[in-house]
Each structure stands twice: as structure tokens, then as C-alpha cells.
């Protein structure tokens, strides 16, 4: 199963040293959940990329990606969610972005429920208002936007793969959206 992204700056490794990396070292991640506000600043979108891995199952996800040697956290959100939904985002990072959680991948099922068969990742995880216009990144086959209790509905927790269902749970019990 392959959920990265092509990118034309790979940045410090070569793909056979990011291998070797990957095969020994956490990598450290930040994954970006996309939202839309109403006036009062309570979501009422979340943008959920849609894709398909090599094997053509399709499946939902979010803008993620390696923090680069060198790179801010703050730096490495703007690149991932300008890569994965355009220039024309505009997202809305605070001052001080701080994760609403920290997710933890294992290359196996583990107790976290969250799995990338590829390593094990250190993920930090964000929600991010966006007020531009978003297009999807060239692997994903679309955009989409879904209010909170759709994103909650069994039907589209059952489309995300590795366990990412559970963040989207989590960020929007962070915001106090139970989907009651």
C-alpha cells in the first residue's frame, strides 16, 4: 500500500536510504486536518482527500507528511497542505500551532490501531482552517468536503485505512463534536 505523495524535493535521504531509515528510526510526521468555519469558529467541514492505493482500493485520508532535517513544524504543515490541496489553501496556522494529538504508527497492528506498514511514526496531528481554494494533490482523486456527522457516519469511517478514522474522531471530540 502506498499513501505517499510524490515529491519533486525528496529532501535529505535517497529512496533507498529513506528505506533503510524507515526500517530502523521513528520518522516524525505531521498530519493536517482541513477544516472550514462558520462566523463563530465552529467547523462546519472537514476536507477529507480520496484516493486509491497500487492494489485500486480507494479509501480516505488526510494531508500528511515527513518533517524534513532541518525543517520547522510549522514550515513542514505549510509544505503538506500546499502539496496536498494547492497553493491557493490560504490555511490558518496560529502563532504557536499545537497538535491536538500525537499519533503513534506501528508497521504491524498494535495497540494504538494505527498502522503504516511502511515504519513506525512519531505523528504530530492538527486541525487547520482553511479559507482558500483547495484542489486535491495529483495522486488523489478528489476533495472532499463533509460536515462533522458525515465524517462521523459509519459509512466514511469505514472508507479510511491504517486507522486514521480514529484521528478524525479525535479532532473533532478536541473541539467538543461528539457526532450526538
Not at 490558518?92 to 499519533?103: D, K, R
Request: glycine share 6%.
Amino acid at each position: 500500500m502506498s499513501v505517499r505523495t510524490p515529491d519533486p524535493n525528496p529532501g535529505w535521504l535517497s529512496e533507498d536510504d529513506l528505506y533503510e531509515a524507515r526500517r530502523r528510526l521513528p520518522m516524525v510526521y505531521v498530519e493536517a486536518i482541513p477544516v472550514r468555519l462558520d462566523a463563530l469558529g465552529y467547523i462546519t467541514e472537514i476536507g477529507l482527500l480520496y484516493t486509491a492505493d497500487d492494489d485500486g482500493r480507494f479509501y480516505r485520508t488526510v494531508v500528511s507528511g515527513r518533517v524534513l532535517y532541518r525543517e520547522t513544524i510549522r514550515a513542514a504543515l505549510i509544505r503538506h497542505i500546499e502539496k496536498d490541496l494547492g497553493s491557493l489553501a490560504l490555511p490558518q496556522l496560529p502563532v504557536s500551532p499545537v497538535p491536538f494529538t500525537v499519533a503513534e504508527y506501528f508497521p504491524y497492528p498494535s495497540e494504538t490501531g494505527l498502522v503504516d506498514d511502511r515504519q513506525h511514526v512519531v505523528s504530530l496531528a492538527y486541525i487547520v482552517p482553511v479559507n482558500g481554494e483547495c484542489s486535491p494533490r495529483q495522486d488523489a482523486l478528489e476533495l472532499s468536503w463533509l460536515t462533522p456527522e458525515q465524517a462521523l457516519a459509519p459509512e466514511a469511517q469505514a472508507e479510511f485505512i491504517g486507522g486514521r478514522e480514529q484521528l478524525i474522531r479525535q479532532a473533532l471530540a478536541h473541539v467538543g463534536h461528539t457526532g450526538s
